[in-house]
């Protein structure tokens, strides 16, 4: 790997393990301000809600600049996000613009792989940025729910600045106000990231142009025979993946009378083995083979509902880790074919952007239906179910799709198979 790959490794390390605690910090700050459960789970999908509107322009706006520049950028967009959940602005509004951040950070954080690697190592890449981002989530859920826990928390209340009133009087503002140099240092290290001397694609004068543009960019992958399953199968694992980490929540509160900070070491389990199928899929899998993990979602779907049926921690831990190996392990090759066929279709910004516009679409779809429905009175445990569900049977008709168009359009896919295999060989 080149050296600049560990730097931008660092970087992306830095700023998802500030958006997980922060995540633990704001369901904190939402309790302990009697808002209701709802609003809780609404924080999900109104981190997803600028990553559906920004979807056609974001991934234009990082084709334009250096991606290390948009990378820094969208960091400091975090950071306003955290002062105004600071100084009074409604945490699920500052959570938005955190998710504004986050929305124009993705697609230079993956696009810039595409620009520093040969297709060869893009497996291999995923694997390292996926399972860093996973050991982020592991270590910023626990950050999170060690900041607000009363010992840490006491600490942190008790420290004065001198000469200035801070105005931070309890344990999730002080989390917060942590999780603000955490981000500086992640947009520190977005300073030192090189430029890979790709051309820029300039923004068109006219910036509306870009939704037909982005349009344009969405149907010719849903349309691509192996970027439609791709796309899908990535799409449907991060709608639930991102809605999964609030009922983890929810379900070790029902389930085992755990408090958020207890709760967060198993949103953490769920994240050890997604790391760990991720490592070995980069290990093991090649672009021509992403396919072959298809049946996986369905095994996964499963999983989540015998999810239920659990209530001693000791037997859910070792769950938790089975769970999340699949769902690495099927994520990162999908991940990866998707990349390499966006990337040879329209560049890399644009096709994040649009790999992002619809698995952020499906999180805030799933997320305002759960939101909604535990307004209406749905327990965690229908919700983990309802997902369950979903996921499996989803899955099945994506399994199928591929089916079909392998016996369909049999020399197509063995085409786009073999320059994938060929690119994986002499990229």
């Given amino acids: 790997m080149k050296r600049g790959f560990f730097t931008i490794m660092s970087a992306q390390f830095f700023s998802s393990l500030a958006d997980n605690a ?8 939402l309790r302990t301000s009697g808002a209701p459960e709802w609003q ?25 600049l250096p991606k290390g520049r948009v990378m820094l950028y969208s960091n400091g967009i975090k950071i306003v996000g955290c002062l105004m959940m600071l100084f009074g602005t409604h945490p699920l509004m500052s959570y938005a613009i955190v998710g504004l951040g986050a929305a124009a950070y993705s697609p230079a954080k993956y696009g810039i792989l595409t620009e520093l690697l040969p297709p060869s190592q893009l497996v291999k890449a995923n694997g390292w940025i996926e399972g860093l981002t996973i050991a982020s989530i592991i270590l910023g859920v626990l950050l999170g729910g060690q900041l607000v826990g009363k010992i840490v928390s006491s600490y942190l209340l008790s420290f004065d600045c001198p000469l200035v009133d801070t105005a931070i009087d309890t344990a999730p503002e002080a989390a917060i106000s942590v999780l603000i140099f955490v981000y500086m240092l992640a947009a520190w290290f977005n300073t030192r990231i090189p430029e890979t001397g ?38 449907l694992f991060w709608g639930v993946s991102g809605n999964l980490r609030y009922i983890v929540l929810a379900w070790a509160a029902a389930a085992l009378g755990y408090s958020v900070t207890q709760a967060s070491a198993l949103v953490g389990v769920v994240a050890i083995g997604t790391a760990v199928g991720a490592v070995a899929a980069s290990l093991r899998m090649r672009l021509d083979q992403a396919t072959l993990v298809l049946p996986l979602g369905i095994g996964m779907g499963l999983l989540v509902i015998l999810l239920n049926f659990i209530t001693n921690v000791w037997v859910a831990a070792p769950f938790l880790i089975l769970l999340g190996g699949l769902g690495g392990f099927l994520v990162v090759p999908m991940n ?14 644009r096709s994040i952007a649009v790999q992002n516009f619809n698995e952020q679409a499906c999180i805030l779809g799933l997320g305002a239906f759960y939101s909604l429905s535990t307004g209406m009175g749905l327990s965690a445990f229908g919700a983990i179910t309802v997902f369950g569900v979903v996921v499996a049977g989803f899955m099945w008709v994506i399994k199928r799709w591929h089916a079909h168009n392998c016996k369909v359009h049999a020399a197509d896919i063995a085409h786009l198979l073999e320059v994938a295999r060929h690119d994986n060989l002499h990229g």
């Fill in 40 to 64: 809780q789970a609404a924080l999900v999908p109104m981190f997803a809600l600028f990553y559906v509107i920004l979807a056609p322009f974001v991934g234009a706006f990082a084709d334009a």
């Fill in 198 to 235: 790709v051309p820029m694609r300039p923004l068109p004068k006219r910036v509306v142009s870009l939704l037909p543009d982005f349009w344009h960019c969405n149907l010719r992958l849903w349309r691509d025979r192996l970027g439609q399953i791709s796309l899908a199968t990535t799409t």
């Fill in 336 to 349: 990866a074919l998707l990349q390499h066929r966006g990337h040879n279709l329209m560049g890399a910004g």
């Fill in 22 to 29: 922060l995540f633990v910090g704001a369901v904190q700050l």
